[in-house]
């Protein structure tokens, strides 16, 4: 009988414990007070929200063009070329200086303009472009063209 009653009683202990140990999980997984943290859809409903779908194509010397399109939470477009960079069989290296950098190589065809002339021109929604690649902002929907150019 003793043995019976501590059993009982061990079982009755145990479930009491797990029982707590519900009830303090579902406080600490933001069911309290304080701050909450999106999960789940709420979380990819949040980051798609700030992500923008870009473009960018690349025309080469001889007027090949390769187009990369994705979303991107890039402010600028070094930033979108670094996340294309990151993700795909997209290249591209340069000088940086105190104005930002100066595009020398896009998809291993470099552009030598003290030699020939040749540069990257960058284009922003099929206009020529007024900033380098450092402080070119990115917006939803951008459709950007580095293109290679000789100059006159």
């Not at 600490?28 to 701050?35: L, M, N, P, R, S």
């Not at 994705?70 to 997209?90: C, H, P, S, V």
Request: charged share 25%.
């Amino acid at each position: 009988m003793k043995t019976k009653n501590r059993v009982l009683k061990n079982i009755v202990t145990f479930g009491g414990i797990a029982a707590a140990a519900v009830v303090f999980a579902g406080c600490a997984g933001g069911g309290g007070t304080g701050t909450t943290t999106a999960t789940g859809s709420e979380a990819s409903s949040e980051t798609s929200q700030a992500l923008k779908t870009v473009s960018l194509d690349v025309v080469n010397s001889k007027g090949e063009t390769k187009h990369y399109e994705e979303k991107t939470d890039a402010e600028y477009l070094r930033g979108f070329m670094d996340d294309l960079q990151e993700d795909g069989d997209f290249t591209y290296s340069g000088s940086d200086s105190a104005t930002g950098i100066f595009i020398e190589s896009v998809n291993n065809e470099t552009a030598i303009y003290a030699t020939d002339g040749a540069y990257w021109a960058i284009y922003v929604n099929g206009e020529y472009g007024n900033s380098g690649a450092d402080s070119q902002t990115v917006k939803d929907g951008d459709e950007f063209k580095l293109v290679y150019e000789k100059a006159n």
